[in-house]
């Protein structure tokens, strides 16, 4: 029998929403607001769950300290206080809406945790918009 | 991959839980206070859960700007500030249970939304009583 | 040195806002869809902050218990899964707006609560929507 | 179509992770501060989700009553204001981790449930720390 | 008796805390990631208290529908999905820390708010940092 | 003007409730299952608010960096993951009531803290019970 673990964690970014290929005016129209050249922000909220056998000797999935820990090392230090587009280089060229925030730390998390445990990732961008990868 | 994006919306409601076959003692012992005939209300909490490929050019899965004005032209308007069981054709004769309440609002925009995204709809009728349905 | 201690509760009724001194006209002007004559709902949430000296035996400003049974008899029963108008003494006339409900909440707990505690009830209509009241 | 329905909960309890094979350097390497000898404690959040057909003389999957009065008696008088480990014989020899007493609810309310009802138990040791466990 | 009441409202916007009469190092070790030049973002939750007698033709101290509208018209057009720092007259030359963003939203909505009520203004910044001012 | 400005933290800890003066039927029946000899326990929500002028070189009240800072040393240090009538100093002869706790924490607080700002503490001991103390 599996059991699924989460890690709650928050990071504090600003992002612009656009497409590069698009003029100014089809950018407003698809990206709103959120295509401010300025830049706009968020606080996101993320979960990470990891799946998988309970270890009988510890009674855990997976150690929720060292789970707190990789997504310090490889989330927050990474996209914390951050501009998403000019900071980072996940998204120098690729759009960073949640949902490609969402499979980019999906994919990050998950070439550092053991592939014996599924992964799913949930961001919220704010309290009504949420989104969810599970490499599926 | 799929990922799946969430809109949260809200709509604050009467309702009177019920059985027309059934005497009153019947319905009191089934439904108790929620059988009251004056009716009691609640703030109901919607997630529209929509599950599909991200748009290469948009970065999106679902333009949630559309999906909030979705939910607000054909939940909101329908159920919001409403009588369920008299002002609503949906609950004339199905009981507004929190369970038909949610089948009722995933039939509603399943029928607006394209085939090709999943789509999953969560009601939170008191913090402590949800429903989920996604149409399996 | 005083503390505030406080209690939470919750309820779960229907309510329409009007003045019969008013034309529909004028009361849909003023309370919009709030005006609806079949009724909508609301969960209410109740906070009851009293405030007083720590009592040096027992460590409590007020046995939350007893304070958490007070609301239960007097607040919860009176009005939970009720029609506010047509199931209450207290809204037969009086307009159950957030303010009256909440400044007839403070009464009725007031009457029975020793006076030498100070008492503050806090009611949310809705996530966004509350109300106070400290009897000053 | 199944319909998902939950019912929350809460309980408040004490606890000590540790593993009596391993001496007390290897119990403070693995469980850190959760190794405390007197013990630290939680406020417990437990969501019961049971899944299955809408009754249609209902319009329910199962009453939402008899699920809180379910887990009040089986979950709640059992853990509710107790040391896991002291007071409980699920805990006596079993490390009451979150996965651990995630698991251990999930087969008492397994036991009690219709098996034409699926089951799934989340809890939330913290508001960052989340198991869950739908029994495959 | 006085009674209060609350709106509350969301808006998302990026900042850069910074004085510029101080180098950057003098910046970072007061601001510290606060101070990144490319900017980070935040979504700022709103509560607007207002104050005062209960009007007895309304039963409302202020209709919150209007609150809402002004909370929207004054707050939200100015601030949500913008730069705080390029994007507005009011933090152009003025610090937006937290404390600087409530004092400025409570000076405006003061100039428009009946001064026969009293004003309270509460920003969330995250979920753990928060301010408010009441103009005393 | 004064800006009040807060900062969240969290702590988890065992305690159990009783006057060593009086009899075991006495102590059950005031304190309940609070008064479990094996002792029972919560996760503590703390909010801190310091109250005082805008600093116009920094824009802040206090550095919210090293208001957290002093909390995690002052008070998350002394009190997480512990047995609070075990485990420490100030609940050795002193009842661990939230009101008791909450009155500790702004004594302790008080005295690292600058004169020139106010303090109040808010202790939520779950999410129904919250208690307030100001100093006054």
Not at 63 to 80: A, G, Q, S, T, W
Not at 88 to 114: G, H, Q, V, Y
Not at 117 to 123: A, D, H, N, P, T
Request: charged share 30%.
């Amino acid at each position: 029998m599996k059991i699924s673990v989460c890690r709650k964690a928050h990071f504090n970014a600003a992002h612009r929403l656009y497409n590069p290929d698009w003029d100014m005016a089809k950018n407003d129209a698809v990206f709103g607001k959120c295509n401010n050249p300025n830049f706009h922000g968020h606080n996101y909220t993320l979960e990470v769950w990891v799946k998988g056998d309970i270890n009988p000797e510890t009674g855990m999935v997976i150690d929720l300290k060292l789970l707190k820990n990789l997504i310090k090392d490889e989330i927050e230090e990474r996209f914390d206080h951050k501009n998403l587009n000019l900071d980072t280089e996940e998204f120098k060229t690729l759009n960073p809406t949640a949902e490609n925030i969402c499979l980019t730390i999906w994919e990050i998390l998950r070439s550092k945790i053991d592939t014996a445990l599924e992964l799913r990732v949930r961001l919220y961008e704010t309290e009504r918009n949420v989104v969810e990868c599970d490499g599926k």
